[in-house]
């Protein structure tokens, strides 16, 4: 089995930036695929970015060139750097392996 721990969300102005990082522990060799979801207070959780084991990445619409998903080198941390955040960011993020493995969530607060 595969643990998440996030790190690095927090409290930002709109235009500020944060990085977000995941690291995993366990077996890692199972990881196939990783990234982020977000939800805010009364939504659907939705997918903020993935990034395969080859390397390619996919967004969603939102994101519109804000945010990047990378990998470190070991494949054991994943980050999202956010820039350009708006109050509409305000979420808790969650990060994932292979969509069915979730971390307990970052907390990102965009005041306007």
């Known amino acids: 089995q595969v643990q998440l721990v996030e790190s690095g969300g927090g409290l930002v102005q709109a235009g500020g930036s944060l990085r977000l990082s995941c690291q995993t522990s366990g077996n890692i060799f199972d990881i196939k695929a990783m990234g982020w979801s977000r939800q805010a207070p009364g939504k659907q959780r939705e997918l903020v970015a993935t990034?395969?084991?080859?390397?390619?990445?996919n967004y969603g619409d939102f994101v519109k060139g804000r945010f990047t998903i990378s990998r470190d080198n070991a494949k054991t941390t994943v980050y999202l750097q956010m820039n350009s955040l708006k109050p509409e960011d305000t979420a808790v993020y969650y990060c994932s392996v292979n969509g069915v493995i979730w971390g307990q969530g970052t907390q990102v607060t965009v005041s306007s």
């Open positions: 990034i395969s084991n080859f390397g390619s990445t």
